[in-house]
């Protein structure tokens, strides 16, 4: 099969051959359709995960049709339109597993990262790490929706915001246009927080009841404004960008921390103290969540904005994605293709 792989941090991401690998048990083998290219992919590409093996097959959105499953595969059958994200698997003994918290398994995998993701054209999953896609959603489209959508949807479906409340997406990449969707099919009041004039027709189109335009003005004065925020979900990874939106949370409102950031944050205690704001981090969801964040899409007309690359474009597609010019997710498009 073709495959592209990270030879080693700081290198392009390069078209390999690979035998197409069998599943083991428990194990479901993915004919890939197609994958999103997520920022968290450059963990891999810049070696910045601790205990990474190279060369390594990143992409962990990743939506296809099972091809073939391994011995004690119960759920799924050749043929099911399924996908895996961030979550890759857990062990199921561990003290967070047995408390039901699967996503914060000691012995966690992560897709692309731990083992190899779906820049391929076959990947393996764990049959629990797997989620189906529902009909009526293309796979190039729901890719995004494995870890860009289901991250924003859990993110926002577990905060305290309910309906009616004024929420806020600060970014608007591939994580920010999904969530300014899902918070106003949520039926939250919907501020998209980005930079430029030229973004807020677009927000309103995704939307936002509110542009605001960080450039232009200070975004936690006009949160203020409009009432004070019950939820900030900061989704563009700049820790200068975000820690400032902790002036414009209302009493107890939270900050959800979704972006990654590699730098530290400066947060003002007395900003915290203040109105017993909040600050709180959001890692994904498991297959489940990705699944209840797909259907939850299907209905509400939330729809990943993608822009399509060949397989092999995967560096191109990848440093598209780090330029922040992408609209508004990039997804590689994994149809049948010659090897060198
Ligand atoms: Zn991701
Ligand atoms: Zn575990």
């Known amino acids: 099969m073709l495959a592209m792989s990270v030879p080693e941090p700081r290198k392009p991401i390069e078209p390999v051959e690979r035998p197409v690998p069998e599943p083991g048990r428990g194990e479901v ?13 450059h963990f891999v ?18 939506a296809g049709v099972v091809d073939a499953v391994g011995e004690h595969v119960v759920r799924l059958a050749v043929g099911d339109r399924v996908g895996v994200g961030w979550h890759g698997g857990h062990d199921g003994t561990c003290a967070a597993c047995l408390r039901g918290q699967f996503i914060h398994c000691e012995r966690a995998e992560i897709t692309g990262l731990t083992r190899d993701g779906g820049q391929a054209e076959f990947m393996l999953a764990p049959e629990v790490a797997v989620a189906r896609i529902p009909d009526g959603i293309e796979l190039a489209e729901a890719a995004p929706l494995l870890c860009a959508g289901v991250t924003t949807f859990n993110a926002l479906r577990r905060s305290d915001a309910r309906a009616g409340d004024l929420v806020a997406v600060q970014g608007l990449g591939g994580l ?77 409102g939270t900050l959800l921390i979704v972006a990654a950031p590699f730098e530290p944050m400066p947060v003002g205690a007395i900003d915290l103290i203040a109105r017993d704001r909040r600050i709180q ?8 969540d990705s699944a209840d964040a797909m259907a939850f899409a299907q209905r509400a007309g939330v729809r990943a904005w993608i822009e399509r690359f060949p ?14 010019r992408a609209r508004f997710r990039a997804v590689l498009e994994v149809v049948p293709q010659r090897l060198p």
Not at 29 to 41: E, F, K, L, P, Q
Not at 281 to 288: D, E, L, P, R, V
């Open 311 to 324: 397989l092999r474009d995967a560096q191109a597609a990848f440093e598209h994605m780090m330029s922040g």
């Open 176 to 252: 920010g246009h999904l969530g300014v969707q899902y918070a106003r099919a949520m039926g939250f009041e919907t501020v998209a927080i980005a930079r430029g004039e030229e973004k807020a027709a677009l927000a309103r189109e995704l939307g936002a009841h509110h542009y605001v335009d960080s450039q232009r003005e200070d975004p936690a004065a006009r949160l203020q404004q409009l009432g004070g925020a019950r939820a900030v979900l900061a989704t563009a990874p700049a820790a200068a960008a975000i820690a400032p939106l902790v002036g414009g949370l209302g009493v107890e």
């Open 45 to 62: 590409t810049e070696g910045l995960w601790p205990g990474l093996r190279y060369p390594r097959i990143t992409g962990h959105e990743v």
């Open 281 to 288: 981090g959001w890692s994904s969801g498991t297959a489940a």
């Open 29 to 41: 083998r993915i004919r890939v359709h197609a994958c999103g290219v997520c920022h968290s992919d």
